[in-house]
């Protein structure tokens, strides 16, 4: 997507390009591909930014519109930022001395749900936060009341109305808090509200992503005391202050996983700068497919070699399981594999909104409650089809790229949430993918 924003009469508005892409199928994909910093790493930390009292630069940051959003966010709470020139691509240089606001309004918030990673560091460093409930894909309920206790555990306050969280933490201080669930966001979200408490924080059954592990890094490369993250108890010794730092993220596990679906279903690729140990279940479950398969640390050969054999059966999990965030890509796989494969989605309810797009591609899918059997068809064909949500969205792509004809996929600015340009490197690797320039709609997320 291409968003930008103006202050129009003191009212934000975001003008909206609904791009499609316009896919011919068959080609072969050949050749290497680098894998992009994390999405899911740089949304927290940039959140994070918000307890650094000093500049930060994070390299290698690519412009996923969800970092562009965040970015909105700090520079609305009163920091700077600026993409500069690095080494590799693009660097993000963010200065938080000057933060002054503490909320977070709903025209903001509504574009990245990742908007509600900065509950916890507005009010770890201003004392009080206002931040309306966030947006982001549609793909089922997403509460946030694990965020929400946790944070309240810790002696803030929270109050609930019209559609905004009003918390006040001037009493703030270190403590056990055991979540109900290995939520990541909120797991992010204590991490970071616990940094400047006083006293310990010990967090009790936390998400284990490695995103979670990146977010540590990086808090404690700018003075903070954490650690445990990526193990079942992460403990967190408040600091007075943190200072500013230079650092990567990690690569991007799912747009990784992508690219590995990608060669298993129609080419072979080499796909550089990925922590192929983050990406196990997946691999593993490819390795079914009668693909070959060289793996190295951080890089990866995946290699087609025919019509793929069904992978048998996935169900999705919480890290080290098989990620909810490469579902929508497997029944692409799925749709022209051999054989029969089963699909269970355990962690959001409706994140299954691809499959009506691909039944208009031909695939072959049934589904109740929460469980679906694909049965491989020989052949998919192009259609005109809308990309649901972000992941949903890149299934598509794998589906048009191997289709008969040529397939339309509307609202790829969905798809621009966290896949930067995959238009250019499926190109360069032999794709005929092209993005058609639509400026449809001016939108402020109502
Ligand atoms: C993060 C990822 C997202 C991924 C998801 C699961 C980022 C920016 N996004 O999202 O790409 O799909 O993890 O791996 O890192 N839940 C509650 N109450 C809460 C919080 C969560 O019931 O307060 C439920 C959710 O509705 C969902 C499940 O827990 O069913 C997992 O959510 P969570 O781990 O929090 O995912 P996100 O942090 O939103």
Redesign the pocket.
């Given at each position: 997507m291409s968003l930008f924003f103006a202050n129009f009469l003191g009212r934000f508005i975001i003008y909206s390009y609904m791009d499609s892409f316009y896919i011919v199928g068959g080609n072969r994909l050949e050749g290497e591909v680098v894998i992009d910093s994390a999405?899911?790493s740089l949304?927290?930390i940039l959140a994070g930014c918000i307890l650094v009292e000093g500049e930060v630069l994070l390299k290698n940051v690519p412009r996923y519109s969800d970092v562009l959003a965040m970015c909105k966010i700090l520079e609305h709470l009163g920091g700077k930022t600026r993409f500069i020139k690095g080494e590799v691509g693009e660097d993000l240089y963010i200065d938080c001395r000057d933060i002054s606001y503490n909320d977070v309004p709903n025209e903001l918030a509504c574009t990245v749900?990742?908007s509600i990673?900065t509950l916890g560091p507005i009010l770890g460093r201003m004392g009080t936060a206002k931040v309306s409930y966030p947006g982001g894909c549609d793909?089922?309920?997403?509460?946030?009341?694990?965020?929400?206790a946790g944070i309240k555990q810790l002696g803030s306050k929270v109050v609930d109305k019209n559609g905004y969280i009003y918390a006040d933490g001037l009493k703030l201080k270190g403590e056990d808090v055991m979540l109900s669930?290995?939520?990541?966001?909120?797991t992010?979200n204590i991490m970071m509200l616990a940094v400047l408490a006083k006293g310990q924080t010990r967090i009790f059954n936390p998400?284990r992503?490695p995103?979670i592990v990146d977010l540590q890094n990086f808090l404690n490369s700018c003075g903070a005391s954490i650690t445990g993250a990526g193990s079942n108890l992460i403990v967190i010794n408040g600091v007075k202050k943190l200072h500013g730092t230079t650092y990567q993220a990690i690569s991007d596990r799912?747009e990784a996983g992508t690219f590995m679906i990608a060669g298993a279903m129609c080419g072979k690729l080499e796909i550089k700068n990925v922590a192929t140990d983050h990406n196990l279940e997946l691999i593993t479950k490819l390795s079914q497919t009668a693909c070959k398969i060289e793996r190295y640390n951080d890089r990866i050969i995946i290699e087609n070699r025919g019509r793929p054999i069904s992978f048998g059966e996935i169900e999705t999990a919480?890290?080290p399981g098989f990620?909810?965030?490469l579902q929508a890509q497997m029944f692409a796989l799925a749709s022209v594999s051999e054989g029969y494969s089963l699909i269970i989605e355990n962690?959001?309810?409706s994140r299954f909104k691809h499959i009506g797009e691909l039944l208009k591609m031909g695939a072959d899918i049934r589904c109740k409650n929460g469980v679906c059997i694909v049965k491989g068809k020989e052949k998919i064909y192009g259609a005109e089809v809308t990309a649901p949500d972000l992941r949903g969205g890149a299934s598509l792509v794998l589906a048009g790229l191997v289709a008969e004809g040529y397939t339309t996929i509307n609202n790829v600015e969905l798809i621009d949430r966290g896949y930067f340009r995959i238009e250019d490197k499926l190109s360069a690797l032999g794709g005929d993918i092209k993005r058609i320039k639509c400026e449809k709609k001016v939108d402020n997320c109502s």
């Open positions: 999405k899911n949304l927290p749900r990742s990673f793909i089922g309920l997403r509460p946030i009341d694990i965020h929400l669930f290995s939520s990541v966001g909120a992010e998400a992503e995103e799912i919480v890290y990620p909810t965030d962690l959001f309810e």
